[in-house]
């Protein structure tokens, strides 16, 4: 007998991934998330490495380019074994030793001098004399170096730091950083010597040369102002001897954009930020 009962089919609908789906999004999201983390923090620890020689140029010991030499001969070690590879580099926790001495480094000072005469421009001096660390006595607690140097009866302007990177910078010859002189001689000096030392004096093996040379005051040609760029040895004394003229002062007013304007003889100040700006970026002639 046939049924009119209708017969009753079960809709068949598709099954719901959208939670798996979502749920391998997601999976696939933390894993990718887990990837980045580790990415970022492995740029983390390469960011905290640094150079070798930069470790030792900042911590005041010497330049980049002389710790590269004391790299190679033996003299740097790292947690307590000697490093010659050039290049290498260490982390903020490790211990590096230059000649068996534990080296850290220290804060930056930036100290400007007016010099006097009767200091030495050293550090120390095995015959007692004066020299110019005792006219920054008490100044900071962190070693800082002449920058450069300065003859016993030469006055002006002196820079003393810590910054072994910034002293490399302004004392090696290529850099060729500006410097005036105030010259006092013991006589008028002639146009045509003046136009000499623009020349060049050729003293034994050395060629001495002045970049400008002028009057101070017009009324009395026995005071010039002189101009160099160069790093020769007590060069401005040897080319006014070269020409028979004797130098009875010598005041440096100008050093690589540095002047002691204000700043009473055998005082000292820290140089502002501006100035070490200015430095380390090379913005001066």
């Known amino acids: 007998m046939k049924s009119n009962k209708k017969p009753s089919f079960k809709k068949q609908t598709k099954p719901n991934n959208s939670k798996n ?50 790299i190679k001969a033996g003299v740097v070690k790292v947690n307590g074994k000697i ?18 001495q534990i080296v850290r480094i220290e804060k930056k000072v930036y100290i400007l001098l007016n010099k006097p005469k009767d200091y030495i ?17 008490g100044a900071c607690c962190e070693k800082v170096f002449p920058v450069g140097r300065l003859d016993r009866n030469t006055t002006g302007v002196l820079l003393l730091t810590n910054d072994g990177e910034l002293t490399a910078k302004l004392t090696h010859p290529k850099y060729k950083r500006k410097k005036i002189y105030h010259v006092f001689l013991d006589k008028n000096l002639k146009k045509h010597d003046m136009e000499k030392l623009v020349e060049g004096i050729k003293e034994k093996e050395d060629i001495l040369r002045a970049d400008v040379v002028s009057y101070v005051d017009p009324s009395d040609k026995s005071q010039v102002g002189v101009e160099i760029h160069t790093g020769q040895n007590r060069v401005i004394r040897r080319m006014f001897e070269a ?18 304007k204000g700043l009473p003889r055998g005082h000292w100040r820290y140089l502002t930020p501006a100035e070490v700006n200015m430095l380390k970026m090379g913005a001066f002639e």
Do not use: H, W
């Open 21 to 70: 789906k979502q749920s391998k999004t997601s999976s696939f999201k933390f894993k990718n998330g887990k990837n980045e983390t580790s990415q970022l923090t492995k740029k983390k620890k390469n960011d905290e490495l640094i150079r070798l020689n930069r470790f030792l140029s900042s911590a005041g010991i010497c330049s980049r380019r002389e710790a590269d030499e004391f």
């Open 121 to 137: 421009t050293t550090t120390s001096d095995e015959r007692r004399r004066k020299t110019v660390m005792q006219l920054i006595k």
């Open 83 to 100: 490093v010659t590879e050039l290049g290498t580099k260490i982390s903020p926790t490790d211990e590096v030793r230059f000649n068996e």
């Open 243 to 260: 020409l028979g003229y004797k130098v009875i002062k010598l005041d440096r007013v100008y050093f690589a954009g540095l002047t002691k």
